[in-house]
């Protein structure tokens, strides 16, 4: 099971943390990515942390802004964003089982578990 927290509304420039509680299975030995989906649009994916949490793997569109860490002893995976903006506002979802593919408009037919998404807005 996996469930996100700390969404809300936050002003542009503004920052905010999610957070992707695992419960279940192991985040250490789980790829945790993070998907939004903007209101009208499709669901894109924006990060892959590998297993071995080696490698992050980031859309373009949050490249600088956004990093992807780890908590092996909490089992969470948190979503640190930065400098947002309105174009960030959408519900955000994290899905174990990511790859790198999913990042680049690939499909999402391997992830294997979803939480039930946090509301992010950026409005001032």
């Known amino acids: 099971q996996l469930v996100e927290s700390g969404g809300g509304l936050v002003q542009p420039g503004g920052s905010l943390r999610l957070s992707c509680k695992v419960s279940g299975f192991s985040a250490e030995w789980s790829a945790i990515g993070w998907f939004r989906q903007a209101p009208g649009k499709e669901r894109e994916g924006i990060s892959c942390?590998?297993?071995?949490?080696?490698?992050?793997h980031y859309a373009d569109s949050i490249k600088g802004r956004f990093t992807v860490s780890r908590d092996i002893a909490k089992n969470t995976v948190y979503l640190q964003m930065n400098n947002l903006r309105p174009e960030d506002t959408g519900i955000y979802f994290c899905?174990?089982?990511?790859?790198?593919?999913?990042?680049?408009?690939?499909?999402?037919?391997?992830?294997?578990?979803w939480g039930q998404g946090t509301q992010v807005t950026v409005s001032s």
């Open positions: 899905g174990a089982d990511c790859s790198s593919n999913m990042v680049r408009g690939g499909s999402f037919e391997d992830i294997e578990y």
């Open positions: 942390l590998s297993a071995t949490a080696d490698v992050n």
